[in-house]
């Protein structure tokens, strides 16, 4: 599975968009990028996930460029219960199933 | 609902005890998971079972043993706890498909604390 670097902090204003990368330099061709979030003291929750194509769904949006190297995920209103641990993963769960966790991006939406 | 619920949600125990967590999943999901949540933060696979076979081991000490008596269900038994297992405990579960990559949904942890 391909490493994902992501940077350690972020933060945002409420209402604004939140945007935040990842770099997945060495993902392969059959990996596609997912993103969860993990809320204090809850389990991790699903968020998006995408292989080539730029995804949207009622939470967030992914861009993913077009060598595939680095994406974005964009929550577009942030909310202070959008304050959470962000995990950027590349994952098959056709091969493997195992989803390599990083320490991802610790996001603050300030009031 | 709760698609993916775990009991109990909160284990405090001494060292040397031994204890089961309990998951089970309304999803109609086949595969099911443990990952361990150390105090660093990390969240690490331990366990994987596609229905009721195991098809991931990570380098768990022996301690540890997940039975799924079916595909819903997915209970890990740790046998005399040591400090080191103190640790939030997640279980997933997903559904397995190669045609199309399907999400894992977690349930809320456990919280195992050796005193």
């Known amino acids: 599975d391909a490493k994902t670097t992501q940077p350690p902090s972020m933060d945002c204003a409420e209402g604004r968009a939140a945007n935040l990368p990842c770099n997945h330099s060495t993902i392969s061709g059959n990996e596609y990028v997912y993103w969860y979030r993990q809320i204090h003291s809850q389990g991790p929750q699903y968020i998006i996930h995408?292989?080539?194509?730029?995804e949207t769904n009622e939470m967030a949006s992914l861009i993913i460029t077009e060598d595939r190297k680095s994406s974005t995920l964009i929550l577009p209103h942030a909310t202070l219960r959008d304050t959470a641990v962000y995990y950027c993963i590349a994952y098959n769960a056709g091969n493997n199933r195992k989803l390599i966790w990083g320490l991802g991006t610790s996001l603050a939406v300030n009031p | 609902d709760t698609a993916v619920s775990q009991t109990p949600k909160y284990l405090v125990t001494q060292m040397g005890n031994d204890k089961s967590i309990k998951c089970e999943q309304n999803l109609g999901h086949d595969t099911m998971y443990w990952y361990k949540q150390d105090s660093k933060k990390f969240l690490k696979i331990m366990f994987s079972y596609n229905n009721k076979e195991l098809i991931i081991n990570e380098t768990v000490p022996n301690r540890f043993s997940p039975k799924s008596p079916d595909k819903a269900h997915l209970n890990l038994h740790i046998n005399s706890l040591e400090l080191g297992d103190s640790a939030v405990y997640f279980c997933?579960?997903?559904?397995?498909?190669?045609?199309?990559?399907?999400?894992?949904?977690f349930g809320d942890g456990t919280r195992l604390s050796i005193l």
């Open positions: 997933a579960s997903s559904h397995t498909n190669r045609e199309a990559n399907q999400p894992q949904h």
């Open positions: 995408g292989l080539k194509n730029n």
